[in-house]
């Protein structure tokens, strides 16, 4: 059987080793980068930029504890090329494991899809498919705002010449939280612009400790609309505010190959079963296509579950207690729980600052040592919600993750044995509540 995947990144790529491992012939077609957004444009650029500022807020505050006396000078082309040069390295890896897995790669442009004659026109060659996987991804969304292509979106940061001397993001959610910090931190005065509410994914306290100890440098408008974006800032509905401007503003499936083909959502996401199915009959599609989850490891989930299911054993995707998280000077990393209903009274929380440690220790002074705090269900001991902001949270989570999809209870950690010195206290509050169940 032949199987076409469309698009190299997180989802495409381990959808096609999937069906290669499983036996099937496998061709990957990718018109630019292996990796897609996630390595090329974003995740890995932004850890990487992350890496930096996290030294520089450590080597402020050691300077201020007269530890230290070096004054830290950001050369941002030299940040710049060293990022793309990594990132050039992890892309030749990733390709040759794809390479070792079976899987036919094939550098070109999918210009047209035949789903009746089973058909895909890449650079004007036609490649026959038994079923094809579409995972092309995501790119920028460019809000209806007058003047946005004076702004740059996430794929230019490494294109500043230099740290900006002010920068305006403009957007609410993770991606604008993210780099608000990490050139605040490289010496740009920041002003984050919010059509609505600031980091409306997290809880109310979260959110309060994020922006009072991890983002206090920041200019934070919350209800504020950009109006006009000018070379040198923009029109807001309360005056101009100067300086370079970023576009936060989301994602835009790219399904334009798809149009007419099988039934697109209101922001031309492919619509999918569980199994990863289109409307179109043997045309599956996963990752930010579908419009979902944004996250790499719920991209690579969904290119497995579609590969198998292609390959005609039956998967449906697991969308139970996916761990998010923002990258900051400390991690946050917290559940979207919907369904939780706050005013039920077998719903009980506790929260606790978190521990002196590795990464926290010498912000003990500033009383800055993150904050985590947990929902249980106090008749069954069930663990119903976990927000952690830690330098270890994002680790931490992920297991939790797995303990909570494999139904564990707060008195499940009566014998749990941490490594020492930590700064992840969850364990510490599933012991206190676990006298619950």
Partial sequence: MKILVIGGGPAGRLAAIEAAQIGEEVILIEKEYIGGKCLNHGCMINSALNDVARLIKDSQKFNELNITSEINNINFQN??????????????????????????????????????????????????????????????????????????TYEDTLEFKEVPENLIIVGSGVIAAEYAGIFSALGSKVHVLCRNNFLGVLEEDVKNYVVKKLLSKIEIYENLKANEIKKDGVITDKGFIQGDVLLATGMTPNSELLNDI???????????????????????????????????????????????????????????????????????????????????????????????GPGAFWNVLDHNTGFTKVKVDSESGEIRDVSSISPSARTSMAYISKMMRDKYKTYDFDDFMETHPSTDPIYKLMRLFSKFG
């Fill in 262 to 356: 099988v039934n697109l959502g209101e922001i031309g996401e492919v619509i999918v079963n569980q199994r990863m199915e289109a409307s179109a009959k043997d045309i599956y599609a996963a990752g930010d296509l579908i419009g979902g989850i944004g996250t790499t490891p719920v991209a690579r989930m969904e290119g497995v579950v579609a590969a198998r299911n292609a390959c005609g054993i039956i998967t449906e995707a697991d969308y139970r207690f996916i761990p998010n998280s923002i990258s900051l000077y400390y991690d946050i990393a917290f559940f979207s729980q919907e369904d939780i209903n706050l005013m039920d009274e077998k719903i009980i929380e506790g929260s606790i600052p978190g521990f002196a």
């Fill in 79 to 152: 940040l710049s090329k060293g990022i793309k040069d990594t990132i050039s390295k992890i892309r030749r890896a990733e390709e040759t494991e794809t390479k070792k897995a079976n899987v036919k790669i094939l550098k070109g442009t999918a210009e047209k899809i035949d789903p009746e004659n089973k058909e895909v026109i890449v650079d004007s060659k036609t490649y026959e498919f038994d079923k094809l996987i579409m995972t092309t991804g995501s790119r920028a969304y460019i809000p209806p705002i007058k003047g946005s292509e004076n702004a740059k």
